[in-house]
Nanobody
Framework: QVQLVESGGGLVQPGGSLTLSCAAS????????IAWFRQAPGKEREAVSC????????HNVQFAKGRFTMTRDNAKQMVYLKMNSLKPEDTAVYYC??????????????????????????RGQGTQVTVSS
């Protein structure tokens, strides 16, 4: 049974850091493309960062570049999102999603972007991040 479980969210002051975790089970992590999304109150869910299955190439959307880093620990079946220099506008529920191996994996993670989370095969329940003084 495929499962994604996010953790690591919490309350942090502006300028602070948090590392989110996404625990994957029921599949081989290296083969799947994993993406982070977030959804702020009253807003649509948006992409944050992704790591492609197979080659492990990572991409960030513009607001995450230079501040967020996504990594993968294959042995632990874990994906992380390290977030630095957090701003109040980063407040949101953060979700991870997984796409199983298929042709044209670049569709799910590339410099030009990636689709909405509902197009991924599996999604977690999310973890809340609140940036406030």
């Amino acid at each position: 049974q495929v499962q994604l479980v996010e953790s690591g969210g919490g309350l942090v002051q502006p300028g602070g850091s948090l590392t989110l975790s996404c625990a994957a089970s029921g599949f081989i992590l290296t083969e799947y493309t994993i993406a982070w999304f977030r959804q702020a109150p009253g807003k649509e869910r948006e992409a944050v960062s992704c790591i492609r299955g197979g080659d492990g190439e990572t991409h960030n959307v513009q607001f995450a570049k230079g501040r967020f880093t996504m990594t993968r620990d294959n042995a632990k079946q874990m994906v992380y999102l390290k977030m630095n220099s957090l701003k109040p506008e980063d407040t949101a529920v953060y979700y991870c999603a997984a796409a199983f191996p298929r042709a044209f994996m670049e569709y799910y993670c590339s410099e030009s972007g990636w689709p909405f989370s509902y197009e991924y095969d599996y999604r977690g329940q999310g973890t809340q991040v609140t940036v406030s003084s």
